[in-house]
């Protein structure tokens, strides 16, 4: 889709859902203004026009709030755009979780231990390193090779997005998917 089509489709009901959260029309006409300036902007970011409403009325709701910081930076938001945010959204890190047992269990056995006792067990690497007799740096070591390698069985089967917190926005299947690294559990 291009922008203007992106116009035509979503100007109307975004100046309505804009409307029903500021105090002014004129406001809400600039905001939307603002809106489309984004979409302009960053459409060519868009990775899955499937996501295409999603993203849009995301960057909407951004341009609200930041029209309320602007207006006043030490007054709250209203009540009914907190609620909104509220929306629950899919854990795409618990979704790709599943996919790790299956990945752990193909490391070769020091690392598959390790992994297993610190991330299933919860043991830190101080307790690992006393339960299987290494020193502290070799089972901090043991940790972190493990985690790599797995990074790479991960990486190998699936394309993974992440926000600069490090939070899973997006993933897809590689071509590669189905291919032993893979784990057949791993949602497409």
Same mark, same amino acid.
């Given at each position: 889709?291009?922008?203007?089509?992106?116009?035509?489709?979503?100007?109307?009901?975004?100046?309505?859902?804009?409307?029903?959260?500021?105090?002014?029309?004129?406001?809400?006409?600039? =905001?939307?203004?603002?809106?489309?300036? +984004?979409?302009? !902007?960053?459409?060519?970011?868009?990775?899955?026009?499937?996501?295409?409403?999603?993203? &849009?009325?995301?960057?909407?709701?951004?341009? =609200?709030?930041?029209?309320?910081?602007?207006?006043?930076?030490?007054?709250?938001?209203?009540?009914?755009?907190?609620?909104?945010?509220? &929306?629950?959204?899919?854990?795409?890190?618990?979704?790709?979780?599943?996919?790790?047992?299956?990945?752990?269990?193909?490391?070769?056995? !020091? @690392?598959?231990?390790?992994?297993?006792?610190?991330?299933?067990?919860?043991?830190?690497?101080?307790?690992?390193?006393?339960?299987?007799?290494?020193? @502290?740096?070799?089972?901090?070591?043991?940790?972190?090779?493990?985690?790599? !390698?797995?990074?790479?069985?991960?990486?190998?089967?699936?394309?993974?997005?992440?926000?600069?917190?490090?939070? &899973?926005?997006?993933? +897809?299947?590689?071509?590669?998917?189905?291919?032993?690294?893979?784990? !057949?559990?791993?949602?497409?």
């Amino acid at each position: 889709m291009n922008t203007e089509q992106l116009w035509q489709q979503f100007h109307d009901p975004l100046v309505r859902f804009v409307n029903g959260r500021v105090p002014d029309p004129a406001i809400a006409e600039d =905001i939307v203004q603002d809106v489309f300036m +984004k979409i302009w !902007k960053h459409l060519n970011t868009l990775k899955d026009q499937e996501k295409v409403h999603a993203w &849009i009325y995301n960057i909407t709701r951004n341009a =609200i709030h930041d029209y309320y910081r602007r207006r006043r930076p030490a007054e709250e938001l209203p009540l009914h755009l907190e609620a909104e945010e509220a &929306i629950e959204e899919p854990d795409l890190s618990k979704e790709l979780a599943a996919c790790l047992r299956p990945m752990i269990d193909q490391l070769p056995d !020091k @690392y598959r231990e390790a992994i297993h006792l610190t991330e299933w067990h919860g043991l830190s690497q101080k307790e690992l390193s006393e339960k299987l007799g290494l020193s @502290y740096s070799g089972a901090k070591s043991r940790v972190q090779r493990g985690r790599e !390698k797995l990074k790479e069985l991960l990486d190998a089967c699936c394309h993974i997005e992440a926000d600069r917190y490090g939070n &899973i926005i997006d993933y +897809k299947q590689s071509e590669t998917a189905g291919q032993p690294s893979c784990g !057949k559990s791993c949602p497409s």
